[in-house]
């Protein structure tokens, strides 16, 4: 189709306003078509105009806290911000919060909807953000006449919390302290300062006030003050020599409190090192002028201690710790050293310092007192402490079987008794002394002999240490380690022993008698089937013991059969009982015979 431009042709005509028009010199591919089809269907964008109205920032402190920023814009749109240094200040939803000292910029934006309202051009304000203000004011001071004592200055209340201090900065006057001292007469200056910190700036606040000699028509006056006497921690108040020509009364004041302070007109000393104490006498007003005030130096020194330290003693190893006690008479704390932590520790338990034996030999306790500002190092106490072996004592526990208990008696003085100790009905005949008199048994057992037995020794040392043994007679037992070997029936005496070491003295040696009984036996001796008779001929007798002892035999018929070792000789026709014996020996007891009767037929 044609189209024409300010001309009809063909009846065809273009109805509307044109304001894009394009012409090519190809024809379009259906891409290029599409493409400007879409490009002239979008919408077009928002049309409205919008402005931000941001209130100027006033200079800020770091303690002013939250600020609320308030820009706002004309479209009602919420104005987000930015900040040039976040080092000065943060912004979380409109409000501001002061971070550190410096000077920045804050930006109010508004990004439009997309829709009907438009970019707004940003705002910028400038932001200062500086220390606080620090405010106090000082009580002013009234005219002081030369000669009074020192004004005591009242420091002013800080609403920032931070200290004030107090300085001259120009007069005749000192500070001891906030204690003013004058010294002549003209206007004094007095400055009240405040140290700056984080938050605050450094504040400063004067105060001026005069000085007179107060009326000129009165009658000057002196004070006579002689030199005060050293004095020592602890001394008795002392009273000053000290006078006004005007015989009127003195007043003293003190530089150092911490050493001495005005009671009355007594000095009371309250610790060592110096202070200036100056006599005032400040006129009645009516006929003397205030005198010049006259001041000595007062020394006082430390004063002196001394120790006590009792006597430990020996301490034997193994022993609980004791506490050590020493005492000062400035009644000081005492502290301790121990010459050798390899002998004797020492240790804090609360108040009490304890001594705790770790081995054997000589130790030197020391007891210090070191003294303060007031009270001088005391002189050391030492002394030597023995710590010896500690004792331990072996714990046996009786061995085999049927053990008696030990038995202990105590019986009075000069008498005659008779006691049967123990369930083996052992009879003691005593007579005692001239005083009382204790008897005990030793535990004895018993076991049976049997060959290879065995007994498990189980003594024990209080000390841990190992225990050994021994035994006798040697042909009843014999000891290897703990284990004790019975080697045949008897009375035997066990004995356990623990030598000591560096640390522990030798154990008091625990002897237990066992009584190892001997063994039964028995005999088996079967009985023979009858004999024929045979002149000469031999029955052999195969009787055992459960010993394995040697069986001896005996004929009661010897015309039937006449014996000889292990056999019987048949020596003609009848009948003979023939008993089999068996004697015993150290370990086994004699067996019950056996007697068989055999035939000879």
Avoid at 125 to 145: C, K
Avoid at 351 to 380: D, H, M, W, Y
Wanted: aromatic share 4%; proline share 8%; charged share 5%.
């Amino acid at each position: 189709m044609s189209c024409y431009i300010g001309k009809q042709e063909g009846g065809r005509s273009f109805i509307g306003s044109i304001d894009d028009v394009r012409i090519y010199n190809r024809a379009l591919s259906s891409n290029e078509v599409s493409a400007l089809y879409s490009l002239e269907s979008t919408p077009p964008g928002p049309t409205n105009p919008q402005s931000i109205t941001f209130p100027s920032i006033p200079t800020l402190t770091l303690t002013n806290g939250a600020y609320s920023l308030g820009a706002t814009a004309s479209s009602g749109l919420p104005v987000t911000y930015s900040i040039g240094d976040a080092k000065v200040a943060g912004i979380t939803n409109g409000t501001l919060m002061p971070l550190g000292i410096g000077t920045t910029t804050v930006v109010a934006s508004q990004a439009g909807d997309g829709t009907n309202w438009m970019t707004a051009t940003p705002v910028t304000n400038p932001l200062i953000v500086t220390l606080a203000q620090q405010s106090f004011t000082p009580t002013p001071i009234a005219g002081e006449l030369y000669g009074s004592l020192p004004v005591g200055l009242t420091l002013p209340t800080n609403a920032s919390g931070l200290p004030i201090t107090a300085r001259i900065v120009s007069g005749p006057a000192s500070l001891s302290g906030t204690n003013l001292i004058l010294s002549g007469t003209g206007t004094v200056t007095v400055a009240y300062d405040a140290p700056g910190n984080a938050l605050y700036a450094a504040a400063s606040v004067t105060n001026t006030f005069s000085v007179t000699n107060g009326p000129t028509n009165l009658r000057s006056q002196t004070i006579t003050f002689k030199p005060l006497p050293a004095m020592t921690y602890g001394q008795k108040p002392l009273l000053p020599s000290a006078s006004a020509s005007s015989k009127l009364p003195l007043s003293f004041w003190s530089s150092n409190t911490n050493v001495a302070v005005i009671s009355g007109t007594n000095l009371v000393v309250t610790g060592a090192g110096q202070s200036v104490i100056t006599a005032y006498q400040p006129g009645d007003g009516s006929t003397w002028k205030p005198a010049a005030p006259v001041s000595q130096t007062l020394i006082v020194n430390q004063a002196s201690q001394k120790l006590t330290f009792r006597t430990v003693g020996t301490r034997p190893y193994g022993t609980a710790p004791v506490a050590l006690t020493a005492s000062s008479s400035a009644g000081l704390p005492v502290s301790f050293t121990s010459s050798d932590p390899t002998v004797a520790t020492l240790a804090t338990s609360g108040t009490n310092t304890l001594i705790t034996p770790v081995g054997t030999g000589t130790v030197t306790l020391t007891a210090l007192q070191a003294g303060n500002a007031n009270v001088s190092a005391a002189t050391p106490i030492s002394q030597s402490v023995v710590i010896s072996q500690g004792s331990q004592t072996i714990t046996f526990p009786t061995i085999g079987t049927n053990a008696t208990s030990v038995t202990q008696v105590t019986v009075p003085g000069n008498t005659h008794h008779t006691i049967v100790i123990g369930s083996s009905n052992t009879v003691v005949s005593i007579s005692s002394g001239n005083g009382p008199m204790t008897i005990s048994s030793s535990p004895t057992s018993t076991a049976t002999y049997a060959p290879g037995l065995s007994l498990a020794l189980a003594a024990t040392s209080s000390a841990g240490l190992p225990v050994s043994y021994s035994c006798s007679p040697a042909n009843v037992a014999s000891v290897s380690g703990s284990t004790m070997t019975i080697l045949s029936a008897g009375a035997l005496k066990v004995t356990a022993s623990q030598p000591g070491n560096s640390l522990w003295a030798a154990a008091k040696p625990v002897n237990q008698s066992l009584t190892v009984a001997k063994a039964p036996q028995t005999i088996s001796f079967p009985t023979p089937s009858p004999i024929a008779y045979a002149s000469g001929g031999v029955v052999t007798l195969t009787a055992t013991s459960s010993s394995g002892l040697p069986v001896s035999f005996s004929s009661s018929n010897p015309k039937a059969l006449t014996v000889a070792g292990t056999t019987a000789l048949i020596t003609g026709k009848g009948t003979a009982k023939i008993t089999a014996t068996q004697s015993g020996n150290g370990s086994y007891s004699p067996a019950p015979s056996v007697s068989v009767t055999v035939t000879v037929q």
